[in-house]
Nanobody, 119 residues
Framework: QVQLVESGGGLVQAGGSLRLSCAAS????????MGWYRQAPGKERELVASITNSGTTNYADSVKDRFTISRDSAKNTVYLQMNSLKPEDTAVYYC?????????????WGQGTQVTVSS
């Protein structure tokens, strides 16, 4: 059974930093893409950053130059380094792994970790 477990959330002041971790129960390379999403109260879940098996990264415009997604294959973990945090970054952050299963695509989600940025 695939499990993704996030950690690293918390309360931080504006301008501060946090690093989120997403630990997978198996190899992260079993996923074609891994990503971080966030959902603020009353808003839809949105993509924050993603990384493919080949290492291609993608970022939401709102976090470019502030957030960095990376991975450690030895630890089966994907990270989200968040710098220069703003109050609008406050949300529950979720890790997602996507695995092709032709003709379908399977998606696995973690339970989420709360990030709160105070002004």
């Amino acid at each position: 059974q695939v499990q993704l477990v996030e950690s690293g959330g918390g309360l931080v002041q504006a301008g501060g930093s946090l690093r989120l971790s997403c630990a997978a129960s198996g190899s992260i390379f079993s996923f074609s893409t891994m990503g971080w999403y966030r959902q603020a109260p009353g808003k839809e879940r949105e993509l924050v950053a993603s990384i493919t098996n080949s290492g291609t990264t993608n970022y939401a415009d709102s976090v470019k130059d502030r957030f960095t997604i990376s991975r450690d294959s030895a630890k089966n973990t994907v990270y989200l380094q968040m710098n220069s945090l703003k109050p609008e970054d406050t949300a529950v952050y979720y890790c997602k792994g996507t695995r092709p299963s032709p003709p379908h695509t399977l998606a696995y989600w973690g339970q989420g970790t709360q990030v709160t940025v105070s002004s």
